[in-house]
């Protein structure tokens, strides 16, 4: 698996956390920055790694801002990306499960690094289930223009 990471000046924190995370349990990834803690426009850090993951160039993305909440509607405007917001380990392992997202964004000033490294490694390990699922997703597509 190839995950491409980015955050905004917000989430700067949280995602070296991540990578860190990333590191340890030997999944490769690209850091998209930004790589300085002056303010920055999360739809500029969250365009790019959605566009690679929709192109699969990337498996999977992460995206981290304050709350995730702008990263998450800049990936989710990208085609082909399911984009989940996740600040608890249930929804980590179920929009894997059952919504086959390929983005989970996140919020630093939302939850510390212990439950976002939780998240993080629940959501990157976790598979899409298929079977009555896979019509769902389908669904979503076909809403796609």
């Known amino acids: 698996m190839k995950v491409a990471i980015s955050s905004d000046h917000g ?32 739809p500029d850090y969250a365009t790019p790694v959605a566009d690679r993951v929709a192109s699969g160039e990337f498996d999977r993305g992460i995206l981290i801002c304050g709350t995730g909440i702008g990263m998450s509607i800049s990936a989710n405007k990208v085609k082909g990306i399911r984009c989940a917001l996740v600040h608890d380990v249930f929804s980590a392992k179920a929009t894997r499960g059952h919504n086959d997202s390929n983005i989970l964004a996140m919020g ?3 939850i510390g690094p212990g439950l976002a490294r939780e998240i993080a490694q629940t959501w ?8 009555r699922h896979e019509k769902r997703i389908q669904k979503i597509t076909d809403l796609e223009k």
């Not at 995602?15 to 999360?42: A, C």
């Not at 990157?124 to 079977?131: A, H, I, P, V, W």
């Open 124 to 131: 990157l390990t976790e598979e899409f289930e298929g079977g």
């Open 11 to 42: 989430g700067n924190n949280l995602r070296k956390e991540i990578v860190n995370l990333m590191n340890e349990i030997g999944i490769e990834y690209q850091d998209f920055g930004p790589h300085t803690d002056d303010s920055v426009d999360y």
């Open 108 to 110: 630093e000033r939302v």
